[in-house]
């Protein structure tokens, strides 16, 4: 485990932003940090940047407790972007890797490197401010990876990039994580998850509902649902969860299977007396999963207050 | 310590290379030595020549009107239009009429002139007039006038500062005014440096950089190395000054002789007793300046780095500058207090206001400063200094402590018992 961080507890004066959050980040992972604004994500964050910390609790980066000397491994985007807007590219990114521990000339070349990839080296010389927002983004992930970090925390990577942007940052994210990088990144965005983190946790309201490995999470979600296309008489045994028009006189169906029916059985007693269009299992997505977690939670919440 | 060296840099770049420092920079010298060469201007006032006709139907003025430099008296016995015709000719400046006068009362003298003479003009035509009604007056009373002059005394004190083994000459306004001048400096660098902190730390909030740079750099270490550039910027500014100063004053005199006008000799006593401009030029050069810069810097740096802590408080407090008003308040009251009581401190300089205001920490830099022209007890600029340096302590202690909170605060409006609460948090 690259961090694996347990039993964190931050307050703000009275108010508690992270209660008793454990969590494991495994080495190579795109892991992704989920839950509503609000809900002690970036607290997380701003801890293992050793910005704040936290009030209980400790985190441990590769078995060993977090310390000043860890930064240098860190490489941090926060949600709020930032540059200065007066300084030169070329300096105030020579200044940034310095402050990361990077000797001059290694952080020149690697500058030019990176600057050289994302087309802007013509701009090396002008000033943050003469840039269009799209190049102040890409300079902006240039200072969070230049020193070449074990961990890249990106907190809401994909907010204010615009859509070109945020597929060559998630093309760079993939290739630095091949190249041995761990990325935690934190967003409210669920279906972002989708696309390219292998774990997640999720937090709501400073506590978490549900961590795992994706693919695993969508499966204990699944409840045996289908979506199913469909043209005749359905029989009155089915459930039906919901059902919408197609075209053809076809309808798509979301569809429950019985107890212990499989697809199989369930083809063969529909073929007869209809025309199946598709079937095909039914995933829920990361935001469905999160909103039912979220749920469930309360409802456990409200229970235990009730018996309180 | 690397990484306070490398904010350190960056503040310090991005100042020196503004072009209002580098116009400033070169500015002040020419300030500065316009102020040592404004007292030699002075001592060479322009020596214009005017003739004047005087047409004296009294009798009582011809040939008694004193010739000066500047003032020569023609007397003639024409009408007055063909002296009007004259000087209409330019053979004469101004026409001095004298009707027929009553010494007990003058009445009816006038002057005519192409154009309106000046009022030094007209007045030392009046003194020459009154000195002359005046002997007359004498004579008619049967009064010796010399006996008279000899009975009124004429007394000057020279002001002496005693050293520990030297004796310098003085001069008490001389003192005052360069008080006030390192006085007002004070207050005026570190007002202006001062909120340039605030408002580099604000910026650095505002643009959301300061959450980067203290994920690689603790809060602390960022606002000190903040400081401390801005102070190396301020003394790469006093340092290009007296350099450029001393090379502007070594070429003052040729600068001046270019004018046509001599660099005077100061130690020539005689020549200095009948001239003010000169009396302040000696006063100036036997004035040791050395202890009075090094005074002036070290108070001014422990006045900036006290006040650029408290500074940086408030900047990290605020969202944006509009907000500033509130907080700045407080810490801009006891500077501006510290300026308008220079008059009175200064007129006074080693009584009770003066020594509490220039032990206060708050209010010391200026006043101590602005009082060591006058000569302070050795005992008293250390006990101001140490005490100085402990409010310093204390401010930067305070600084931090809101600094590292504040700078991740967004939003929220803040108040004083905020700030408190923010200065007592632990982490």
Known sequence: MIVSASNITK????????????????????????????????????????????????????????????????????????????????????????????????????????????????????KVEDLSKGMQQKVQFIATVVHQPMLIILDEPFSGFDPV???????????????????????????????????????????????????????????????????????????????????????????????????????????????????????????????????????????????? | MHKIFLVIQREYLARVRKKSFIIMTLIGPLLISLTWMLPVLLSMKGKEKKEILVLDDSGYFINQLQNSEELTFRYENIPAEQAKKKMKDKQFDAVLKIPKIDINNPTGIEILSNNTPSVSLVGGIENRIESVIENLRYEQMGLNKEAIQQLSPKV?????????????????????????????????????????????????KQSRIVEILISSIKPFELMLGKIIGVAAVVFTQFSAWIALSAV????????????????????????????????????????????????????????YLMYSALFATVGSAIDHETDAQQFMMPISLPLIISLISLGAVLSDPHGPVAFWMSMIPLTSPVVMVARMAFGVPLWEVTLSFALLCLAFIAATWFAGRVYRIGILMHGSKVSYKTLWKWARMSQ
């Open chain 1, 11 to 126: 307050y703000y004066g009275s108010f508690r932003a992270l209660h008793d959050f454990h969590v494991e980040i495994p080495e190579q992972s795109i892991f992704g940090l989920l839950g509503p604004n609000g809900a002690g994500k970036s607290t997380f964050i701003r801890i293992l940047n050793q910005i704040i910390f936290s009030d209980e609790g400790s985190i441990h980066i590769e078995g060993e407790p977090l310390a000043p000397k860890h930064i240098a491994r860190i490489g941090y985007l926060p949600e709020e972007r930032g540059l200065y807007k007066k300084m030169q590219v070329g300096e105030q990114l020579l200044f940034l890797a310095q402050l990361k521990g990077l000797s001059k000339s290694e952080a020149s070349r690697r500058i030019r490197e990176w600057l050289t990839k994302f087309e802007l080296m013509p701009w090396i010389n002008k």
């Open chain 1, 165 to 308: 942007n945020a597929e060559l940052i998630k093309d760079e994210i993939l290739q630095l994580r091949s190249q041995g990088a761990t990325v935690l990144f934190s967003t409210h965005r669920m279906e972002s998850v989708d696309e390219i983190c292998d774990h997640m946790v999720m937090i709501n309201k400073s506590e978490k509902v549900l961590e795992g490995k994706i693919d695993e999470v969508k499966k204990r979600f699944k409840k045996n649902t289908y979506q199913f296309r469909f043209r005749g008489e359905c029989p009155n045994d089915l459930h039906i969860v919901s059902e919408e028009k197609a075209e053809n006189g076809y309808r798509d169906l979301l569809i429950k299977l019985g107890e212990g029916e499989t697809v199989n059985e369930f083809l063969t007693r529909m073929l007869p007396i209809g025309d199946v269009g598709g079937i095909q299992e039914h995933i829920p997505t990361i935001n469905s999963i999160f909103i039912q977690a979220v749920k469930e939670d309360l409802r456990i919440t409200q229970i235990q207050n009730h018996h309180a």
């Open chain 2, 156 to 204: 000057s004190i020279a002001t002496m500062k005693l050293d520990e083994n030297k004796e310098t000459k003085s001069n008490a306004w001389v003192s005052f005014g360069i008080s006030y001048i390192s006085g007002f400096m004070i207050y005026m660098f570190i007002f202006m440096y001062g909120v340039q902190i605030m408002r580099g730390v604000m910026e650095e």
């Open chain 2, 248 to 303: 502007l004053s070594l070429f003052a005199p040729i600068l001046l002789a270019q004018f046509g006008i001599e660099m005077p000799d100061t130690s020539n006593p005689a020549a200095i007793q009948n001239n003010e401009g000169l009396e302040i030029l000696s006063a100036l050069q036997a004035f040791d300046a050395n202890t009075l810069i090094i005074g002036f810097l070290l108070f001014f740096l422990g006045g």
